[in-house]
DNA sequence: GTGCGATCGCAAAGATCGCTGCATTAGTCC
DNA sequence: GGACTAATGCAGCGATCTTTGCGATCGCAC
């Protein structure tokens, strides 16, 4: 899911030691992340105790823990979603938002997120990924098949707003009753998808275009 | 839900100097944040200074920043809107969701939500109020006007949701291009009121409600 | 008004953090 | 293979945080 372990490859020497190291450093902070280490007792020194790092290493090379945390976020967020192509908009939409509920449901995934977006705004927005990327490539593919395809905004505020909402504030009605995740995911996708299909008239740019 | 200024109402002694102490503190806490001091800047001691109140005081009375910031954040957020009453579901929804997204826009709040959200879970819930409980009320003042109305869930997956995503994770997007803030909530809590209207029939607790 | 107990201020000690030189290792280029 | 240099490890320092014990203050009940 994370791909290659090294991110910010775009360094002068990205060669052996330093992947590693990079490595070494974000599978610490995911793990202390996931095991429920506290916000505050999440630190620079503990976190290059348990990647066997100097931390000295991880002061220079991170400088503070908002910017590890954004880094790790990024790098957790980022390519961990294939685009689906299931031939259909609807079955698009349903795999890849089945595939980010499950991501969110995930203990870890949401820990990090908390304690990206508690370490400031450049970290809290490299929680988002490239989701945007992601619904625009499977609207586009859409559009190539001649469909008629639903604003990308009116799909964040419809479905990945929805979900992102329920894994931060509401976290406790995970297991308890209502629907099960995939028919949620699915009453969404069908909410949005029918705002389109009804607008796809005079009102498109009134009711579902909501956003730039 | 402690009404009174302090949030542990339940201790022993809640009388002048306490309240007092209390609410000096939380308002250095609020002052900071809304100044812009970073999340790893905003310290026990840095607090108590502001406040006027010794740090030890502090350490004692709410132990860790994290259960600070959740106290600040469970007064903050409930309690300051009022739910409204136009005399219309519509105008009902539209005033509150205005007054909530004005609240989402103001970065204090949301620098106080942030810090909140990294603090943990608990502190993370607390962020949204009673918001449920608004909407609620609103729901029931159209119920028992005699008007149908969509599911409470709808509401927060069609309005809230969207609200807090983009405050959280789109904050660049704010003065950009885009529609006027009130036109965007029209639009949302028009898209809501359009899918109950439509789903009164059948398909209402099939595409409409998608939650307990 | 008086007594009791909770709460607060104060000062000092212990612990941890974050940073700065210097020596060493290990990639990278020729 | 050898030189160059970025990257890491190491030790130590100052600053800040956090805790602890004690006296003083203030709120509350009688």
New binding site residues.
Partial sequence: MTGSDGTEGA????????????AAVHRAVQDLVAEGVRT??L????V?ARA??????????W???ADLLAAVAEHRFTGDVVVPDTGGLVGDLERWSTDVARDLEDPDTLALMRASIGAGEAASCACTGDRRAQIAAILDHERRRGGDVPDEDAVVDGVLAPLYYRALFEPFSRDDEGPAPGERVRALVGNVLAWASEATGERRSQAVSVSP
């Fill in positions: 360094g002068t020497r990205p060669g052996g030691r330093s992947a590693r190291v990079r505050e007792d630190t620079i020194p503990v290059a066997g790092v100097h931390a000295t290493t991880v002061y220079r090379r400088g503070s823990l």
